[in-house]
């Protein structure tokens, strides 16, 4: 069996320029990956594609392969072998990585960032309506005292979102998330501070820092969610 024609297979002329074969390249693996719902999706094709761009994308494999052409007797099918099974070995490590590397996001979606969203938000969602509460009258008891269960249970929460937080590293993808919750955990770790220092001494300076700190902590959870959006 005669060995693939690259330049057959990448549809381009054996003149074309790398920008013209990148481009045909580029354009073939989208429509024939086995992942794009295509009708012409096909794996042994992307295969070929794989092999024929590994030799015309290298400017020096392309002048060796070149003269094989123009000169048939160097040209070996076990050759040909040789570079198809490698192309499809390296496929398949590619498609093997890219599924671990799905399933590493899923699973800190999962057992990290929707736990601690949702404990964010039993912590920020309150606030208002405690210190409008309290606003009624800071000195009366038993709204302090209510205030001061709502921070308890805050504080409860915050240290299981940090927890989860600890459970497992996050993957490089959604780094810039995980750093994005980091800071709104301290935001509200040093909120709360703030926010129990009012029922000690009745300083509003203390409310009014605790009530922007946890502004902010909601800033930056909104933050993380807009973020997951741009993970690939």
């Known amino acids: 069996m005669a060995d693939p024609n690259h330049y057959e297979t990448l549809q381009v002329s054996p003149q074309a320029t790398q920008a013209e074969i990148k481009r045909s390249y580029r ?12 009708e012409k999706a096909n794996h042994e094709q992307i295969v070929e594609l794989n092999a024929a761009y590994e030799i015309l994308g290298d400017g020096q494999q392309r002048q060796s392969y070149d003269r094989q052409l123009r000169n048939p007797s160097l040209t070996s099918s076990g050759n040909w072998q040789q570079r198809t099974k490698a192309a499809q070995e390296q496929y398949q490590k590619q498609r093997q990585n890219a599924r671990d590397t799905d399933e590493q ?6 057992q990290v960032y929707q736990p601690v969203n949702r404990l964010l938000c039993r912590i920020l969602n309150p606030l208002k309506a ?11 008891d038993e709204l302090l005292e209510a205030f001061q269960d709502y921070l308890k249970d805050c504080r409860d929460f915050l240290e299981q979102a940090q927890l989860y937080f600890r459970s497992m590293p996050n ?7 995980a750093a994005t919750l980091y ?3 301290n935001q509200l770790s040093d909120g709360i501070d703030e926010l129990e220092f009012f029922t000690f001494n009745y300083d ?7 009530h922007e700190m946890f502004r902010i902590a909601a800033g930056l959870r909104r933050e993380a969610q807009a973020a997951l959006k741009n993970v690939a």
Request: glycine fraction near 4%; proline fraction near 7%; charge should be negative.
């Open 171 to 177: 993957p490089a993808q959604v780094a810039g998330v």
């Open 183 to 185: 800071y709104c955990l």
């Open 27 to 38: 354009q073939l693996a989208k429509l024939y990956h086995p992942d794009s719902q295509h």
């Open 204 to 210: 509003d300076r203390y409310l009014h820092t605790g």
């Open 130 to 140: 405690q210190i409008d509460n309290l606003a009624a009258d800071p000195f009366d």
């Open 105 to 110: 996001i899923q699973r800190w979606l999962n």
